[in-house]
Nanobody
Framework: QVQLVESGGGLVQAGGSLRLSCAAS????????MYWYRQAPGKQRELVAG???????NYADSVKGRFTISRTNAKNTVYLQMNSLKPEDTAVYYC??????WGQGTQVTVSS
């Protein structure tokens, strides 16, 4: 059974930082690309960042230079370091693996 469990969300002031984690089980983690998505109220879910099994990364234009995706295969965990947070980053953040498995999401709220 595949499980993706996100953690690390919370309330932070604009300009602050958070680090999200997604712990995976039930998949061969090191072989999977991993992704972070987010969904703000009333908006569609959007891709924030992705990282391949080889460590190549890509980012949405809106987060380039502020967010960093990384992975630790030994811990079956993918991270999203979020710096210089803005109120428009407020959303539920979801982890997704290759094969389209999703986590339950973690809320990030950025106050102005």
């Amino acid at each position: 059974q595949v499980q993706l469990v996100e953690s690390g969300g919370g309330l932070v002031q604009a300009g602050g930082s958070l680090r999200l984690s997604c712990a995976a089980s039930g998949i061969i983690f090191r072989l999977n690309s991993m992704y972070w998505y987010r969904q703000a109220p009333g908006k569609q879910r959007e891709l924030v960042a992705g990282i391949t099994s080889g460590g190549s990364t890509n980012y949405a234009d809106s987060v380039k230079g502020r967010f960093t995706i990384s992975r630790t295969n030994a811990k079956n965990t993918v991270y999203l370091q979020m710096n210089s947070l803005k109120p428009e980053d407020t959303a539920v953040y979801y982890c997704r693996s290759g094969g389209s498995y999703w986590g339950q999401g973690t809320q990030v709220t950025v106050s102005s």
